[in-house]
């Protein structure tokens, strides 16, 4: 933890915190030990964010930028809590976020997320997500990430595939973000350690399936071809379009505070196709054709291979903020289960 951060005093904030530290030590080591095998010296560093200066805690993140293994990677962990300001709703929101991207167009995005929230009023909750996100599905992957997560969590499975599929999926273009989708909101019994253990175990088959999945791709991959890095650009655009119009985490991550944009925008892959997301601008309904608009405005070209680097991500965590604000009842057209979680008005003043 870096030394201007304030940890939460909460007993439950304190585990959680070890929970999805120890998720990203285990998630950060694999994926170096996965690029050394494979003659790699590409590594992720850490980078620190502080929410108010450390008052409220912050977090470090473990990012990679393009390399010969990961195209983009981040590994991000936070703890935010209100400790010192009575009038919040929220004692702490701790949580692991994680989006891989590998280079090769054969090897799946996979997308991890790992959190527990401590309200003032003493109930907590959890909500974990995992999906593998192809962009040339491969079926035996997608069978092994979902045998993985089943046997983590036998009881909720069902449920959680269910949830996921609905999540993700993306009305105007008629399709899934990805090919496995698992989701569990607001999950809570009356057993917290057992609660914990459930989200832990989960967090682990996670990673550990995708490591094994990412290490067969990459070895039964040749050397890319044209079609097959065509298809790798349409699908990080779909990747982009669904994250920044219909992802309701990112959106909240950004409506709540601005002090760490970059680290909420690194689920964001390397390049997309501006032409293709220009030409889904007529499907949408408004408010939503203008949030489009403007994100394409924020990537500063409507046509062509455009890069998402850091100066973009900023302008577009910046156009989601605004749009939002504008338009306060489009909240209600983005991704949601049976349970939309309170995350804007936990941190409100009570």
Not at 59 to 86: A, K, L
Not at 228 to 245: C, M, P
Not at 247 to 258: E, K
Not at 304 to 330: I, M, N, S, T
């Amino acid at each position: 933890m870096n030394s201007k951060q304030v940890a939460a005093r909460s007993d439950a904030a304190q585990a959680a915190l070890a929970i999805v530290r120890g998720l990203q030590k285990r998630f950060v080591a694999g994926l170096e030990a996965l690029a050394r095998n494979r003659g790699s010296d590409q590594h992720l560093s850490a980078v620190d964010w502080l929410r108010d200066g450390g008052r409220h805690g912050g977090g470090v993140r473990y990012e990679t930028g393009e390399g010969d293994v990961f195209w983009r990677g981040s590994v991000n962990v936070s703890q935010v809590h209100y400790d010192d300001t009575p009038q919040k709703q929220l004692g702490s929101a701790n949580a692991i976020s994680t989006i891989i991207h590998p280079r090769h167009p054969l090897a799946p995005s996979v997308h991890i997320h790992v959190s527990f929230t401590e309200r003032k009023d003493g109930a907590g909750y959890w909500r974990v997500m995992a999906d593998l996100n192809p962009s040339h599905p491969h079926a035996d992957d997608t069978g092994r990430f979902l045998e993985a997560l089943q046997t983590a969590a036998p009881e909720q499975f069902e449920h959680a595939k269910a949830q996921g599929e609905r999540y993700f999926y993306i009305p105007a273009l008629e399709r899934h973000r990805g090919v496995a989708h698992f989701y569990l909101e607001h999950f809570f019994s009356n057993d917290p350690g057992e609660d914990a253990a459930l989200a832990c175990g989960v967090g682990e088959a996670a990673i550990d399936s995708y490591l094994a999945i990412l290490s067969d791709a990459l070895a039964r991959s040749a050397a890319p071809t044209t079609e097959q890095r065509a298809g790798q650009l349409a699908y990080h655009s779909v990747y982009l379009f669904q994250v920044l119009t219909l992802d309701r985490g990112t959106t909240s991550g950004l409506l709540v505070h601005d002090q760490n944009d970059v680290g909420i925008m690194g689920s964001l892959p390397p390049f997309v196709d501006a032409g293709l997301l220009t030409s889904w601008v007529a499907r949408m309904a408004p408010p939503q054709d203008r949030l489009l608009r403007s994100l394409i405005e924020a990537l500063g070209q409507d046509a062509g291979v455009c890069p998402v680097d850091e100066a973009r991500k900023q302008r577009l965590a910046a156009a989601v903020r605004y749009h939002y604000q504008l338009h306060p009842k489009a909240l209600e057209l983005q991704a949601a289960g049976d349970v939309v979680p309170p995350t804007v008005a936990n941190h409100e003043t009570a």
